[in-house]
């Protein structure tokens, strides 16, 4: 018993109480924290898990249905058409990015409607971006009537399914590369530009030289953005092309209906792994090109 | 003379740059059409009663479609099954993520990449396998084609962008606020109540006005999980427009648009810019 007893334990309970305290709080507020976490994983990523497992169930081995689908000439048609229109939309989205942010970076007035305008096509969902396009382009729609009112002398070919999907993901995707790029753009100190100029560089090479190279982390992530989303909708295809324009996530839904659930996890599965392997290599390749961070 | 050397180099870009700033006139205009063009069909059709196709405007105007609409039960009870949802998940995803996105902005904690990059696997997977995934799942256990399996689906693949504006929301408070109040005497519970929540109420409704929408638009996982009882209003959308009754889906769509066009009014006008990026940048 040490000879300051009362004291000691005095101290003793007044640590161990704030101790405690404070360990509880941390406590709660960790376990408030599970009810999110377990509502995220029960419904959103064990469905991904369940996925990729039943990928390699089948009684003629792991790796039958992977087998199945790389030996289907159709079903690798439909990957690599998939893998075409993310990639066509990302491109076109980023040649309307780029004037389209350089526009954002100035002051004007009705800069706001101009703002409002270029951010609608994010609020507007996906089957309803389809739906509109593809009434729009249909033929004898508006814009045949328009090219007839304007041009009567020229007869406007027909659009295909295909060309028609690339549009509507462009529409509905490009302005997340371009509040992207404003943003990127914001971040640039106007200084080193001005220094490339009051050194002696035109505006084309400063634009090439100094602002592209510190633009392309934000047009990367742009980007790999669009190509994703564009690669993995599913509605806007459902709505141009009913059942007869066949995308990957088409075919899922299709084998799904059908039954065939281990065919349509491999799809799933591939479609994943094939995209993200594509964004891996596509942002390792640019950065190396500009020696970008 | 170096002097004369830079007017004579200023003057030199000057018509470029005038052209320059022309033909960036010209893009934007071009732009808006491009974006505005599919919506003022969309809009058209809806009220037009006859349109052929020489004509750039509908020959004959009316309000039939949105009746057609309302007057059949079906309609009507889609519309309210889907704001039902939607009011419901908003509720739960918020508060549910509320404690998430305060931590997860504030504390470091241990596993914090871990965190990260679970919410980001919704991101990156294609929103196809987690609705085929939850399909199988759900008949598994019961929940096809019911009310709560729809309502807990919304909500778990709404939570990581819920969970990431009001992450943003928080961050752009200042913390020197909150340690004020605690070393006034306040609790952390007080505090966070009477302090941080008053604070952050701009980003928390924007995050709700989010997980709203996103539950009302929602229409892959829905179509996957349910149909046959339960039609939200984009289920019912597609049946409609499959049936090809052109007019009646385009008078669906406009409902359908009326509260992501005042989402985006709010945002415009109210919001700050790094809440509005976590909120749209992201998805």
């Not at chain 2, 030199?12 to 052209?19: A, D, E, M, P, T």
């Not at chain 2, 750039?56 to 039902?84: D, N, R």
């Not at chain 2, 256990?141 to 992450?167: C, K, M, R, Y």
């Not at chain 2, 009882?229 to 427009?241: A, E």
């Amino acid at each position: 018993m040490p000879s300051n007893f009362p004291q000691n334990l005095k101290l003793f309970l007044l640590n161990l109480f704030l101790k405690l305290r404070f360990t509880y709080g941390r406590f709660l507020a960790y376990v408030s924290m599970i009810p999110a976490f377990a509502l995220f994983i029960a419904f959103a990523f064990i469905p991904m898990v369940y996925s990729f497992i039943g990928s390699f169930q089948a009684p003629q081995g792991a790796l039958y249905w992977y087998g199945y689908v790389f030996s289907n000439p159709r079903l690798i048609r439909d990957l690599l058409f998939t893998i075409a229109v993310g990639f066509a939309a990302a491109t076109i989205s980023f040649f309307i990015s780029i004037p389209a942010a350089l526009i954002l970076r100035k002051n004007f007035r009705g800069k706001t409607l101009v703002h409002a305008i270029l951010m609608f096509p994010l609020v507007v969902p996906e089957l309803i971006a389809g739906y509109s396009i593809w009434l729009t382009l249909m033929p004898r729609g508006l814009l045949y009537s328009l090219a007839n009112y304007i041009l009567p002398w020229i007869t406007l070919p027909e659009l295909s399914d295909e060309i028609k999907l690339i549009i509507a993901c462009t529409w509905k995707y490009f302005p997340i590369m371009t509040l992207l790029t404003a943003a990127g753009w914001e971040g640039i100190d106007p200084d080193l530009e001005a220094a490339a100029r009051t050194l002696g560089a035109s505006p084309i090479t400063t634009f090439f030289k100094v602002t592209l190279p510190l633009l392309i982390p934000s047009l990367i992530s742009g980007y790999v953005l669009v190509v994703l989303r564009a690669a993995g909708q599913f509605s806007i295809t459902l709505v141009i092309g009913g059942a007869r324009l066949t995308t990957i996530p088409i075919d899922v839904w299709y084998q799904y209906n059908l039954m065939n659930l281990n065919l349509a996890y491999t799809l799933a599965v591939i479609l994943t792994s094939v995209m993200v392997t594509l964004v891996i290599i596509f942002t390792k390749v640019l950065r190396r090109l500009y020696h970008a961070p | 003379m170096p002097h004369k050397q830079y007017k004579h180099r200023v003057d030199k870009w000057r018509y470029v740059y005038r052209l320059g700033a022309f033909a960036l006139k010209i893009f934007i205009i071009g732009l808006a059409i491009f974006i505005l063009l599919p919506i003022i069909v969309l809009a058209l059709y809806s009220v037009s009663a006859e349109w052929n196709y020489p004509n750039i405007l509908p020959q004959a105007y009316t309000l039939e479609w949105y009746e057609y609409l309302f007057k059949y039960e079906e309609g009507l009870s889609s519309l309210i099954l889907s704001l039902e949802v939607a009011i419901l998940s908003t509720l739960i995803a918020v508060s549910v993520s509320l404690p998430v996105g305060y931590i997860l902005s504030r504390w470091r904690i241990k596993g914090r990449s871990i965190i990260e990059s679970l919410f980001l696997t919704r991101l990156v997977i294609p929103v196809i396998v987690i609705a085929v995934g939850c399909a199988t799942i759900f008949m598994r256990i019961g929940l096809h084609d019911s009310f709560l399996g729809i309502l807990l689906a919304h909500v778990a693949n709404g939570l990581p962008f819920t969970i990431w504006t009001l992450e943003a929301a928080f961050e752009s408070l200042d913390p020197d606020l909150e340690a004020a109040a605690r070393t006034l005497g306040a609790s952390p519970i007080t505090t966070f109540f009477r302090i941080t929540l008053p604070l952050a109420a701009p980003g928390i409704i924007a995050g709700s006005i989010f997980m709203f929408l996103y539950s009302l638009d929602e229409f892959t996982i829905t179509f996957l999980i349910s149909g046959v009882r339960y039609k939200t209003l984009p289920l019912r959308l597609y049946s409609v427009l499959e049936y090809g009754y052109i007019e009646p889906a385009a008078a669906t769509s406009i409902i359908l648009l009326i509260p992501s066009i005042i989402y985006l009014i709010l945002v415009i006008r109210f919001m700050k810019p790094e809440v509005m990026q976590a909120g749209f940048g992201r998805i």
